[in-house]
């Protein structure tokens, strides 16, 4: 009766909360939407879910302005970066100067185009890859001079790392960085074009001190026996096995690196590294994070995803651009995905070549390097309800989260999250048969186990006068059968057929 | 003669479960088995099995029931079975094989009950453990798996009077037959196709011109 009344309750706050809040809201967009957002469930069937992002407004250069006078169109822009208080820094690539804006990416705050050198004026050669520290300084991958450039708020130079020396280079080693990122001790990571052993790093005095995160190549034992066949002429002419190359990398306040690399058999695309390089990355139940799973086949929308870029965000939640098909998969701590949105095209909305994905405020900006503009993506009631009970897990909050799924379900009733979620939270209220089927609905064996285990104990105890009671009737019945049977009152069956043989 | 269905045939059965060597050498030589309750045998197999599927707990259960199609597993089960017995009696014909094509109907029939009861037990069972207790249920699983693929092997090796090794080479040729026979089959449909074809195109050109 109470648990009735609850339920009731709980139905109605959250059918009202999604009335007011949501459906007006999704609804109208929806349809408009230039994109379709997914999930996969777990069958690895394709799920369509609302969207959880959908566009909001699009940047380019040639709506900004900068001291009256138009910045001009952006060309070939790689990489973005955004600092604590909102502003983004925009590598403006092929026009050689770093365009900043404010967080909404409307007003220019300032262009960064040379910087006085040691007493003579210095610019930028195609700057790839831009990031600012905590400190607030800007860490500018300028690619075709082959160096690293710091400068600080005010555009004044801190320190150019260049010309890495090491035994582990090789000698003619041409450093050219593509991305960089920076963690809380000035710490910098690159990545820089043609080296595979892994992410270069460099201590805050710009010293080159080693490898980071390297990617171990998988031979299979096929290929290992047909390169044991093939001639040495055979050999050097096949295919070199050299690990990918990683393509964008961003640090979390722990000052743990994800790093998105392209994953050729799709089904790692993104590492998360701890101070020694080591991958430390939590893999979902289907071992997968890769982006799409259905990538079988030759036409052109087939082969795995290809991450480009990735963004921590908060709460364990990370985003990885997938260039290949234009779409954004969003992963949880402990490697679920939660939502896949965004395409290829030419509407609003959608990329050509993505080139670089950041999260200001709520908001997942994407900088596309075709287009040369910023799309602007804000989080609908769904992908806001989604991010929002996923941070409240991740502060160890279930309980709080059960309100939240249950806002979620009733905009995706098979979220397999959800549900697991909710029955997650069952479990430790300790109302086991609601747990056991929501955790079953989301799938999740593990702790429908654990809730099992309990229900089955709960229910033995319970019972356990009636079973002891039903096991002593069978005792006493037995033995009084087998009394009667010795005075002969009753026939043995053995006795009869002794009889019949016997005639 | 007895009939295909009376008490003694299913007495008879559990001694052959039970006593397989003994019991399928009777079968062969004093018609004590019954090619009527094996045939049943193999529809509650295939029923087991597609219960097994559909059934069985999540924990244990990978499969998406969604995707489970009981009457098409039937139609499969019976044309392996159907196969599996031609093929192997047209194998044996030639390698000195005692058994009629009603013996071999019966061993293979009977070695699927042992399958069948583990799967309708595990399918029960399932419902009853947890995820780290799944040991159970393929230990169940696979012993009574084996056991049927044994009774199976032995209800072969009975019948046609064979030993081991030679029960085993012509199970491998079996299959190696049973391949042929698929070929063939896939091969004279296409050909009935083309026919068919060829005199659909005759009278499309007739009704077409007059």
Known sequence: MKKGLLKKLIFGITMTAALGLSIVHTDSFAASLPYQSYNY????????????????????????????????????PEDL???????????DT?????????SSARTVKGIID??????????????????????????????????????DNEGNLVRIVDNPTSEVLEENFTFVPLKVTVDYADRIYCIAQNMFEGIMVFEADGQFTGFFGTINVDITL???????????????????????????????????????????????GVRRLNPRGEDVIKKGVNENLGGDLWIAGSTEFAGPSQFTDVVYRKNGIYSCMDRRRGRIFTYDHEGNLLYIFGGIGTQDGNFQLPSAIESVGGDIIVLDATKANITYFKETEYGRLINQAVGLRYDGDETAAVELWNQVLLLDENNELANTGIGKAYLTAGDYEQAMKYLKLGMSREYYSVAYKRYRNQFLTKHASLFLTALILVVAALVVVSKLKDKGIIKSRKGKKDAESLL | MQKAFSKEKWQYLLHTISHPMDGFYWIRHQDRGSVGIAILLVFIFSASFSANRLLASFVVNDIDARTVNSLYELFSVMILYLLFCVSNWSVTCLMNGEGRMKDIAIAIGYGTAPISFVLILGTIMSNFVADDEQAFYFLLLGVGIAYGLILMMIGIMQVHNYTLGKTLITV?????????????????FNLLGMVYNFFHSIYVEIIFRA
């Open chain 1, 222 to 268: 096929w290929e290992r026996f047909w390169r044991k066949l093939a001639s040495k002429e055979e050999r050097s002419k096949s295919q070199l096995f050299i690990p990918t190359e990683f393509t964008g990398i961003d640090v979390d306040p722990e000052g743990f690196v994800y790093a998105s690399n392209i994953d050729v058999n799709g089904e790692q």
């Open chain 1, 94 to 102: 092929k026009n050689n100067r770093i365009v900043i804006l404010d």
């Open chain 1, 81 to 91: 970066c955004v600092a604590d208080d909102g502003t983004i820094y925009l590598a």
């Open chain 2, 172 to 188: 491998l040729i079996t299959f190696a037959a049973f391949l042929i026979i698929v070929f063939l089959a896939l091969l004279l």
């Open chain 1, 114 to 151: 040379h910087f006085d050198n040691n007493g003579t004026e210095d610019s930028f050669n195609q700057p790839y890859g831009v990031a600012i520290s905590e400190k607030d300084q800007l860490y500018i991958a300028d690619s075709q001079n082959k160096r690293v450039v710091v400068l």
């Open chain 1, 41 to 76: 469930n777990y069958w690895e069937d394709i799920v369509y879910t609302p969207a959880p992002y959908e566009p909001d407004y699009v940047v380019d250069g040639l709506s900004l302005s900068y001291n009256g006078e138009s910045i001009g169109s952006f060309d070939t």
